[in-house]
């Protein structure tokens, strides 16, 4: 069985640490690729995606050994070009290889990326963007071929949306491009921007990561470098609305709370109590939460993966909330698991409409990606008797520890 078992009614509090972001940790393994010799990241958590990203790595020449939160990664000088079917189909982040084997060998083959399932997740933008730098592709059989056969060079790329993972892919091509990408309309992550410090590090001319235009001097070469990974924001919302949701009161430390600053204005609209310190926060939930109305939209706005832990919050609140979702086209399975435990929610197009019940009850529910798992989780943390989320290894590719750090909170909680 691979499932957590909840038990509602008890208001959680405390503190709780939070480790590196997953959606840096991932990219900065593939870009240790771009430079030979022995790299170091610290504040790495020990989630499923981080290992099957490993394993890319190795399958391509690296080698990857974990102490604690430290992974050392030693990038030889040969590198493989091939990145192996069955685990980049698990992980969308393994897309990024393309540009970082581009950039090293001017050839990649890799397969089309699976991840989770949020309707369709084309790349076209990646290999537009690629393309624009002397990239040729081939689809084959499922996989991308992909060469450059007189090299990268700079060239002047404009995103349709500031997607993050094109943005990731074409800095990672850029870095070792000849001449300057400007890559516009580029996607603002704080993962992003602390991908474009890693690189920096590495040796790499960047400026303006962080913000809308991404300017990249391409240099011969990289050296290996030593970088902490940014806090998770996610991890650090989730707990906080962890609290929340239970009607008590969090403290989230390790983190960066500017980060959040869009969701932690939400929550505050839904009657909790919030306040910020330099690197951690103290969320302190209503008896019952005020109804809101949101949008997800790229950073600085509401982040799309902090949707489902907040519309488990809203499930009982003393209105109707109206929320959008401008990121995914579709990533609402979780809501009829949430209505099987008596919330009130009901999609339409982009829209959620959350009627606030009284109360949910406990029951058994499938928790079929990252955020879903995680927000069902804090659905069973507010309903009565005993919540059984199915599908919880999910919830291990995004959160180290979800389980006893809830546990430590005060939470009647197990693993199955
Ligand atoms: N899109 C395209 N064409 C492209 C690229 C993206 O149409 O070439 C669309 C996608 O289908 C999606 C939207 O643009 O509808 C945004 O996608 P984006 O490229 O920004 O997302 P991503 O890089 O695939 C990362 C995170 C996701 C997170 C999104 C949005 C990683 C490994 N994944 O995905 O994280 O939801 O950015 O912020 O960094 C999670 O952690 O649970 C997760 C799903």
Redesign the pocket.
Known sequence: MDSIRVVGGRALRGEVAVLGA??AA?KHMVATLLAPGDHELDNVPGILDVDIMGQVLDHVGASCRRDGTTLAVSVPDELNPEAPLELVRKM??SILILGALLARLGEARVALPGG?DFG???????LEGLRGMGAEFELNHGVLEARAPDGLFGTEVFLE?P????TENLLLAAVLAQGTTVIGNA?R?P?LADLAVYLGEMGAKIEGAGTSTIHVHGVPHLTAARHRVVPDR?EAGTYALAGAISGGEVTIRNCVPDHLRMELRKMAAAGCEVSVDESSFTVRGPDRADPIDFATLPYPGF???MHPQMVAFLATAGGTSIITEN???SRFRYIGELNRMGADIHADGQHVVIRGVDHLSGCEVDGCD??AGAALVLAGLRADGETLVTEAHHIDR?YDGFVPKLAALGAVIERL
């Not at 997607?163 to 094109?166: C, D, R």
Request: no cysteine.
């Open positions: 997953k959606n991932l969308r982040a989770d369709s997740r084309p790349i076209d933008m990646h949306f997607s993050v993972g094109a996607a992550e993962e996610l982040h799309t993966d990121v995914y086209a990252i955020r995004g």
